[in-house]
T-cell receptor, first 113, second 117 residues
Framework: KAGVTQTPRYLIKTRGQQVTLSCSPI?????VSWYQQTPGQGLQFLFE???????NKGNFPGRFSGRQFSNSRSEMNVSTLELGDSALYLC????????????FGSGTRLTVV | KQEVTQIPAALSVPEGENLVLNCSFT??????LQWFRQDPGKGLTSLLL?????REQTSGRLNASLDKSSGRSTLYIAASQPGDSATYLC????????????????FGQGTILTVHP
């Protein structure tokens, strides 16, 4: 059974650019959540999608957005990149997002220069 | 607002020792609590999931307990091995006033465990 797949694994971008990260959940899982991990702030929740609808959102600026497709694959987009956006971005999938626990992917390491 | 704290921040033990990692949370209205390990530069690997109605869960050498009334969870690792060296994270899943807080885990800062031969 395939796990949660995140692509790409590594990215280097320049300030002001935008970036799109992809996450394919475990087959049958309909909930996808995104997290940002930095040494200073730890793991912080970005947003959660279920059946193509955003159900929850963390305290991040509007430059951070996401979407989910009909096959449950999800993308997150960061526009106008800042140096502080450098982080490990993790996505997690769950059958329904409540009560079943979460399975995480290996993450995308984003470096903004 | 839920806050999760993990103590100690770092722990170094010789191989073979039994050890306990602690996790405390401020709001007892949790739906479940999940323990993860993270190897450097990697994603999170789920270790144990404890539902709010459960007291403990076991998997191999790992045992996790949950005490909602005191706002605490512990992860017990028996007969530690060098391969157990990693950062261990606990995460609480909340039930908010609206019913649920979809997809949002609140994480502690983690305990960095080093098991030396």
């Amino acid at each position: 059974k395939a796990g949660v797949t995140q692509t790409p694994r590594y990215l280097i971008k320049t300030r002001g650019q935008q970036v799109t990260l992809s996450c394919s959940p475990i087959s049958g899982h309909r909930s996808v959540s995104w997290y940002q991990q930095t040494p200073g702030q730890g793991l912080q929740f970005l947003f959660e999608y279920f059946s193509e609808t955003q159900r929850n959102k963390g305290n991040f600026p509007g430059r951070f957005s996401g979407r989910q497709f009909s096959n449950s694959r999800s993308e997150m987009n960061v526009s106008t990149l800042e140096l502080g956006d450098s982080a490990l971005y993790l996505c997690a999938s769950s059958p329904q997002g409540v009560g079943y626990g979460y399975t995480f992917g290996s993450g995308t390491r984003l470096t903004v220069v | 607002k839920q806050e999760v704290t993990q103590i100690p921040a770092a722990l170094s033990v010789p191989e073979g020792e039994n050890l306990v990692l602690n996790c405390s949370f401020t709001d007892s209205a949790i739906y479940n609590l999940q323990w993860f390990r993270q190897d450097p530069g990697k994603g999170l690997t789920s270790l144990l999931l404890i539902q709010s109605s459960q007291r403990e869960q076991t998997s191999g050498r790992l045992n996790a307990s949950l005490d909602k009334s005191s706002g605490r969870s512990t992860l017990y690792i028996a007969a530690s091995q060098p391969g157990d060296s990693a950062t261990y994270l606990c995460a609480a899943f909340m039930v908010n006033a609206g019913g649920t807080s979809y997809g949002k885990l609140t994480f502690g800062q983690g305990t960095i465990l080093t098991v030396h031969p």
